[in-house]
Each structure stands twice: as structure tokens, then as C-alpha cells.
């Protein structure tokens, strides 16, 4: 994980000879000495914030450090370690099994017996199983360790209820512009020249970093090694370097969070911004079948009957994409998200189902009243079946205003179309069949 911050460098980092060593990249140079060198997390640093004044206290309880890539986790957690004079041991989730567990907490509890304490950092604490998170809490319920978990996932769906109970769940958040450039000012003065970069490159460099402290001095190192003394443009720089792809996971927290900006984006009747957030989510290298899929059933349950175009619309996009594919298909589902977005909204016909499909649950088993109901045969006839049934078609108006709900069951009503769009018209043939079932009712 990256390590951040914020110092002059130290005199040992530079030989003599004024040559940075070809063996220490830039990153594990400019690693941060204390707590206070660390860039960008003062929220949760400062002596106001959570692990501020958890040190302020001399208690250093249990935590997990979620937060994207290159913000610092790793580099917390051994400060932390170092400053409630804990020893340090740090393992990674992906390369350690049950075996390698039980060691360290083995040597865990004779540190303990010995007067010491152990700061436990796991890595991506996610990759555990339910199994092996259960297998912490022992060891952190009688002190043997402190836990230090890093995650880039949602604790809340990735940890076990009963490990998050035991641990404090810090959040930490992706570096700003600002942030990086207070990096990319340190790194130059450890390299001892300025980056050969315009303004503009220079701002174009820390902005393919995309908040990651770490890949923000890769980039820095890999321009500082270039020869040449003309500063580069922003088209020089990107012609050399490979833009760095944007933090996205298709099945983990990035996921579901741009899924649901570009849904509400969508709600909100906003087309730039969910155009925005469409893209992303298609530079991440989301399919596109997804989107179409989930476009559709924002037309479903977002807009409804108030634009019933807006699910065709949808579905053709989707049908256009899988005819013709990328990149070209993709074009006709950013027309669904122009649409969907400008299209008037409604959830009526979403909240009525919600309530038929509680009424339903709610009645039971009661049947249909009897005179709606078929009588094919002779004894259903005798029954009562289908007596006194009235033929819409041959009613005034083409309505009966019969009662088709059980017996003895009150009517309710589910569907209230709100005044737009097409659902305005809707309301108006709400309105007219009620007073004409009003007026034909036999007490009416």
C-alpha cells in the first residue's frame, strides 16, 4: 500500500555524489516519519479526529482502515504501531492461510507473556473467509493483538458482523489535487531538480495518479528519468505515458457506488451528469449490457407510465448494441441515458405494485367474487358462477363499474398517477371511471 507525506527529505536518502540510488524507488524514499508527515487524512488524523484522539487517550483500540488504493493505510498502521509502542507485524490476506495465522498468534502470546504488545496489520482483510475473521476474535478479545485491517471494500458487506463489533471502522479518502501536488513538490526536492512539465502537464500528470499517492510518484519518477531540458506539454506527456486506469471494480464497492450515481443522476432529471457517470462506468470496463439492463429498469420503475416510450427506447438501445456492438452500440444507450434523464418521472405504477403485492399478501386466499368468475359447466352454473356478470362493451360508456375485488373486501386504491406526462392523461381516466363507478353502484 502507499506510503504519503509531507517532510524534506532526509540528508541519508542523497549520496554524496548527489545520485538518488537506483535500488529505493521514490516512494519507499519519501515514507512518512510520523503521523504528522502524512498527506491528505487530517480529517481522521488531526486531534479532533478519531485516531487523534485515540492516541491523545494512550488507547489504541482495534480498527479498520477503509479507503481506495494509495492512501495510506499501510503507512498509518505502522505510525500507529510505533507511536503506542506496539511490535509491528504485517500480513496480507491473499498469501496467508490458517497455518501462517496460527504462528503469529502464537508469537503474538508470548510477546504478550514477555510484557509486550503486537499491532496485527492484514492487508485486503476482505479476502479472509467467514471462518478466518471469526478465527481474530479471541485473540483480540483477550489483548493478545491489536487489529489493523485495510480494506478497499465496504466493511459493511465484507466483514463479519461480529469482527466489525470489535473494531472501529475508519474511513480514509482519496487524494486531491492539492494533496498530490504537496507530494509532487517533496518528491522534487528529494530528487533536487523541478519535473520537466508545463503547468498544465503538470496538472494533467497528477490527475491520471487519480487520487493514489503511490502511482502519483511512479508517474513522478518516470518523468524526473527522462532526458532533456524542454519543459512538455500535456500532449508530450500523455504520448509517453500510459493513462492510468481509473479506480474500478465491476463486483466491489466502486461498482455499486457509480451505478448509483448514474441512477439518481437519472432521477434527477440531470443528462450531463449521468452521461458523466455512464462513461465512467464504461471506461472502467463495465459491460455495456449491464448498463442496458439497469437503463431499462430505471425506465421501469423511475419514469413508468408518465413516458411508457421510455422503456422502448431502452430496450432498442440494448437490442441496437447487441446488433452492432462496441463502440459504435454504445452510442444508442448513451441516447437511452439523454432520454431516460429528460423524460418525466414517476414511480407511480412502482408503488402501486409494491401495494397490490402487500393487499394480496395481507387477504389471503380470497377468491374472486363469483360473477366474474367462468362457469363452463352446469354445476358452476348452479353454484352461482358468473350470474349477473355486466358486459363492459355493452354498458354506456363502455364501463360497468362493477366491483371486482373479493367480497367483502374494501376497495382500495393503489395506483395515484401523479400530474405529468402521459400519466396526466392517465388521471383524467381515473377520475371519470370513479364517478361513473360512483353514480352506477346499486346504493349510488
Not at 472502467?284 to 437503463?295: N, S, V
Request: aromatic share 8%; hydrophobic share 40%.
Amino acid at each position: 500500500m502507499p506510503d504519503l507525506f509531507d517532510r524534506a527529505p532526509h540528508p541519508a536518502d542523497r549520496p554524496a555524489s548527489g545520485r538518488e540510488p537506483a535500488a529505493r524507488p521514490l516512494a519507499d524514499r519519501l515514507r512518512p516519519a510520523t503521523l504528522a508527515e502524512v498527506v491528505g487524512q487530517d480529517a481522521v488524523l488531526s486531534p479532533d479526529g478519531p485516531l487523534g484522539a485515540m492516541l491523545a487517550a494512550g488507547s489504541l483500540s482495534s480498527l479498520i482502515l477503509w479507503g481506495p488504493p494509495g492512501v495510506g493505510k499501510t503507512t498509518i498502521a505502522r505510525l500507529l504501531a510505533g507511536q503506542a509502542r506496539l511490535h509491528f507485524v504485517q500480513i496480507s490476506a491473499i498469501f496467508t492461510g490458517v497455518a501462517d495465522l496460527r504462528k503469529v498468534f502464537e508469537a503474538a502470546r508470548l510477546r504478550r507473556e514477555a510484557g509486550g504488545g503486537t499491532l496485527l496489520f492484514v492487508d485486503e482483510i476482505h479476502r479472509f473467509n467467514k471462518a478466518q475473521q471469526d478465527g481474530f476474535l479471541p485473540h483480540m478479545e483477550d489483548g493478545t493483538i491489536v487489529l489493523v485491517g485495510a480494506t478497499t471494500e465496504n466493511p459493511s458487506f465484507e466483514l463479519n458482523a461480529a469482527l466489525l463489533s470489535r473494531a472501529q471502522v475508519i474511513v480514509l479518502g482519496r487524494l486531491t489535487l492539492a494533496d498530490l501536488e504537496r507530494l509532487a513538490q517533496r518528491a522534487e526536492a528529494a530528487l533536487g531538480r523541478p519535473l520537466p512539465l508545463t503547468g498544465e502537464a503538470r496538472e494533467a500528470l497528477l490527475e491520471m495518479a487519480d487520487g493514489d499517492g503511490r502511482a502519483a510518484l511512479n508517474l513522478i519518477e518516470q518523468v524526473a528519468a527522462w532526458k532533456g531540458s524542454e519543459k512538455l506539454d500535456t500532449a508530450a506527456l500523455t504520448a509517453r505515458l500510459s493513462r492510468r486506469a481509473a479506480q474500478y471494480d465491476k463486483s466491489g464497492d466502486a461498482h455499486y457506488n457509480l451505478i448509483s450515481a448514474l441512477h439518481k443522476s437519472v432521477r434527477g432529471s440531470d443528462p450531463d451528469a449521468a452521461l458523466y457517470w455512464f462513461a465512467r462506468m464504461l471506461e472502467g470496463g463495465e459491460d455495456p449490457r449491464y448498463l442496458a439492463r439497469r437503463l431499462t429498469r430505471m425506465a421501469v420503475e423511475d419514469i413508468g407510465l408518465a413516458d411508457p416510450q421510455a422503456q422502448a427506447v431502452c430496450l432498442q438501445g440494448w437490442e441496437t448494441y447487441e446488433r452492432i456492438g462496441s463502440p459504435e452500440g454504445e452510442l444508442a444507450l448513451a441516447q437511452a441515458v439523454i432520454y431516460l434523464a429528460l423524460a418525466p418521472k414517476s414511480n407511480a405504477a412502482y408503488v402501486a405494485w409494491k401495494a397490490a403485492a402487500r393487499s394480496a399478501r395481507a387477504s389471503g386466499s380470497n377468491p374472486p367474487p363469483r360473477h366474474i368468475l367462468n362457469a363452463p359447466t352446469r354445476l358452476m352454473k348452479e353454484q352461482g358462477y358468473g350470474e349477473g356478470y355486466a358486459y363492459d362493451h355493452d354498458a354506456p360508456d363502455g364501463f360497468s363499474g362493477q366491483d371486482y375485488f373479493p367480497e367483502g373486501m374494501k376497495r382500495p386504491v393503489f395506483y395515484a398517477p401523479p400530474e405529468r406526462g402521459f400519466e396526466r392523461e392517465l388521471s383524467k381516466r381515473l377520475s371519470w371511471f370513479a364517478k361513473l363507478r360512483a353514480r352506477r353502484q346499486p346504493d349510488g
